[in-house]
């Protein structure tokens, strides 16, 4: 593993330790060039996914793309990051166990809806703002009673 700080090739491994979601492992690293210490995390990637995006526009699937957008529904709302990592997880573990090898941009955006909704509504709404392109604050208004009135039921 090639050292973050100073680009030198060899790196070792402190500690290992299973991840509290067990999905993955994490890997304490410290540089025998320049001594800095950093983590990594190592997943089980089942397949090559290739996300159809807009426009027919392809792309490999990216799990930090993932975890960017939810971070950015969920920033300043008190939401345990574990909880935010089984969420990441788990749209993850669809997305390569779906048995497709391209996956619609749509599909991704609606199991994150899903799952934000489940978690906390602020999150949720805010997710929608940008994945289905609220324009004006009507757009807001209108989708924000939507979910208040699913909460009801």
């Keep these: 593993m090639r050292c973050p700080f100073c680009a030198h090739d060899d790196t070792q491994v402190k500690d290992s330790r299973p991840t509290e979601d067990n999905a993955s492992i994490r890997r304490r690293r410290q540089c025998s060039s320049c001594g800095a210490r950093f983590t990594t995390f190592e997943r089980v990637q089942l397949r090559e996914v290739v996300v159809v995006k807009s426009g027919e526009r392809r792309e490999p699937f990216e799990r930090a793309k993932l975890e960017q957008s939810i971070a950015l529904a969920s920033r300043k709302r008190g939401i345990d990051q574990e909880r935010l990592d089984q969420l990441i997880s788990g749209i993850q573990?669809?997305?390569?166990?779906?048995?497709?090898?391209?996956?619609?941009?749509?599909?991704?955006g609606e199991l994150v809806m899903e799952g934000l909704r489940q978690i906390d509504s602020v999150a949720y709404i805010r997710f929608a703002s940008v994945y289905r392109d609220f324009s004006e604050a009507r757009d807001f208004e209108e989708f924000a009673h939507t979910v208040q009135q699913a909460a009801k039921d």
């Excluded at 573990?93 to 991704?108: D, F, K, L, Y």
């Design 93 to 108: 573990r669809q997305v390569e166990t779906s048995g497709e090898a391209e996956v619609p941009s749509a599909r991704i």
